[in-house]
């Protein structure tokens, strides 16, 4: 059984930066491609990034520049760091790997 499960979000004033987390159990995701996800009140899922099992990294155009993913392997960990944060990145964030989601986390940005 894989787990995945999300940290990190809370809220945070305009132009601020978050790290979000996302920790998996079950199976290494060193080997995976992982994709962080982001839904807002009233709108469908949103791709925000991907990292490939080769550490190819892909962003979505709403993060593009003010984003970075990363995995740590060493502890089975995806991060998602978001800076320079404005109100429209305010969503629940999801990480996905294959068919596992994780339970979300929240990011509110406002001042």
């Known amino acids: 059984q894989v787990q995945l499960v999300e940290s990190g979000g809370g809220l945070v004033q305009p132009g601020g930066s978050l790290r979000l987390s996302c920790a998996a159990s079950?199976?290494?995701?060193?080997?995976?491609?992982v994709q962080w996800y982001r839904q807002a009140p009233g709108k469908g899922r949103e791709l925000v990034a991907v990292?490939?099992?080769?550490?190819?990294?892909l962003y979505g155009d709403s993060v593009k520049g003010r984003s970075t993913i990363s995995r740590d392997n060493a502890t089975n960990t995806v991060h998602l760091q978001i800076n320079n944060l404005k109100p429209e990145d305010t969503a629940i964030y999801y990480c996905?790997?294959?068919?596992?989601w994780g339970q979300g986390t929240q990011v509110t940005v406002s001042s």
């Open positions: 996905n790997s294959k068919m596992y």
């Open positions: 079950g199976r290494a995701v060193s080997s995976e491609n």
């Open positions: 990292i490939g099992h080769l550490g190819t990294t």
